[in-house]
């Protein structure tokens, strides 16, 4: 089970590194904490791509979860910004 | 609920269920809600990881490998066999990739021209004496959990071999394969079950080898040989002789 604990400790750093990292910059924006870590989570799931295949399902599974939010605030952004509001 | 990665699942999601509406609502704080965030999409992550992990225990699966290498190693050594085993891919037998250990050591092999029934003493070659003991090994056996047959290139035998012993097994870190001519250098980093100098593994090379034998073999669809097999410093180098 060793490469699922390197997965799982890659996610733990990359999130903790992000969030702090935001944090020092002084973002105070929710939507852009959580669209920066389901990229930093779609980027490390591809990069684990030796994973057996009933674990990469369940990823999948995860990961289009994460990318139809991540969507949603996308678009709900842009729509911000042509609207104008 | 004994499973770690469920445990660790259902904490992480419990404490930012209740870590992000607290940072949000009552501390005002965005960094502290990411964090519960964080956790949440983490611990749903470790609970899809613990529905995926065998459902036999890791002793039971090291047992049943036992058992089925003493008896094959009491078959070598009831005959005497010491000859290094031939890996053959599924084209040349009925649909199932197996090794054979030749009763005689000779050098040149003509190879009969049909498939190679499967049956535990059989012919391979022209010759009279060209008789072997067809066996089933750790390698053949992996064969069906790729999902394509690997190409020819050094890049894709590593590839699947990479695949199967550290994504599907996981037992080594890292897999690299050169080939120089007819041989292929392979080395295995962080080998878990590594060569030991006993007679199956003489024969027939330790699990790792074997898979890697055997994957060789399918993509090249040429018989293989383990010409050499050593450990040294978390790291295994196996050399293949590729068969005409």
Redesign the interface.
């Known amino acids: 089970?060793?490469?699922?604990n390197k997965?799982?400790v890659s996610?733990?750093l990359a999130?903790?590194l992000i969030?702090i990292s935001?944090?020092f910059l002084g973002?105070?924006?929710?939507v852009i904490?959580?669209i920066i870590?389901?990229i930093a989570?779609l980027v490390i799931t591809l990069l684990y791509?030796?994973?057996?295949?009933?674990?990469r399902r369940?990823?999948n599974?995860?990961s289009i979860v994460?990318l139809a939010g991540f969507l949603v605030l996308v678009s709900l952004k842009a729509m911000r910004i042509v609207t104008g509001r | 609920m004994s499973n770690p990665?469920r445990i660790?699942g259902l904490g992480l999601c419990l404490v930012g269920a209740i870590f992000a509406p607290v940072s949000?609502f009552i501390l005002n704080s965005?960094?502290l809600?990411?964090?519960g965030?964080?956790a949440i999409?983490?611990g749903?992550?470790?609970i899809?990881?613990a529905?995926?992990?065998p459902y036999i225990s890791p002793e039971a699966c090291q047992l049943i490998l036992k058992t089925g290498m003493e008896n094959t190693a009491a078959l070598l050594e009831e005959l005497g066999l010491r000859n290094k085993a031939i890996y053959l891919p599924s084209a040349m037998r009925d649909g199932h990739p197996q090794a054979l250990v030749p009763l005689t050591d000779g050098e040149d092999i003509q190879w009969v021209k049909t498939k190679i029934p499967g049956r535990l003493i059989v012919r391979y070659g022209a010759n009279p004496g060209d008789m072997a003991i067809s066996v089933t090994t750790p390698g053949s056996m992996n064969i069906d959990l790729l999902?394509t047959k690997p190409g020819p290139t050094s890049g894709e035998i590593e590839a699947a071999a990479?695949?199967i012993l550290?994504?599907?097994l996981?037992i080594a870190?890292s897999v690299t394969v050169s080939q120089v001519g007819a041989r292929l250098e392979v080395e295995v980093s962080g080998a878990r079950l590594y060569y030991e100098d006993i007679w199956y593994y003489r024969c027939l090379g330790s699990p790792v080898a074997s898979i890697v034998a055997a994957v060789s073999s399918e993509a090249l669809g040429k018989p293989v040989r383990i010409s050499e097999e050593s450990y040294s410093k978390g790291k295994s180098r196996i050399t293949l002789e590729v068969l005409p």
């Open positions: 089970m060793r490469i699922y997965y799982i996610l733990i999130s903790g969030n935001l944090a973002q105070n924006d929710l904490y959580f870590n389901v989570y791509a030796y994973l057996n295949p009933r674990a369940a990823l599974t995860i994460l | 990665y660790l949000y965005v960094p809600t990411a964090v965030i964080s999409m983490i749903f992550t470790s899809a990881l529905n995926t992990r999902e990479t695949y550290t994504g599907v996981d870190d």
